[in-house]
């Protein structure tokens, strides 16, 4: 089993930042890519940001674009997700997963391309 554990979460006002990390222990962490997902109350599971195995190819959701950033050390087992400017629409549970390949793609924007998931931290953006 792959375990990831979120955190980093918090309360901010808008257009404020907050740094996310998501740790993980188990077999091979630098083999796979990874990704950032959030859930809003009553919503599906939606794609922010992925990261190639060895960090070189990253691909962003274009809501988030401009303002979050993802990144890895695989040194130390984690990825990062830097969120700038946030808004309250940003607000959701945001959850971290392990690819099933190491390869940024499209196939990586969809729940589907993951196999093991964190159990999410809280983020809250108030106007």
């Known amino acids: 089993q792959v375990h990831l554990v979120e955190s980093g979460g918090g309360l901010v006002q808008a257009g404020g930042s907050l740094r996310l990390s998501c740790a993980a222990s188990g077999r091979a962490f630098s083999d796979y890519a990874m990704g950032w997902f959030r859930q809003a109350p009553g919503k599906e599971r939606d794609f922010v940001a992925a990261?190639?195995?060895?960090?070189?190819?990253?691909l962003c959701a274009d809501s988030v674009k401009d303002r979050f950033t993802i990144s890895r050390d695989n040194a130390k087992g984690s990825v990062s997700l830097q969120m700038y400017n946030l808004k309250p629409e940003d607000t959701a549970i945001y959850y971290c997963?392990?690819?099933?390949?190491?390869?940024?793609?499209?196939?990586?924007?969809?729940?589907?391309?993951?196999?093991?998931w964190g159990q999410g931290t809280q983020v809250t953006v108030s106007s």
């Open positions: 997963g392990r690819a099933r390949g190491g390869a940024v793609n499209n196939a990586l924007e969809y729940a589907s391309g993951y196999d093991y």
């Open positions: 990261i190639s195995w060895s960090g070189d190819s990253t």
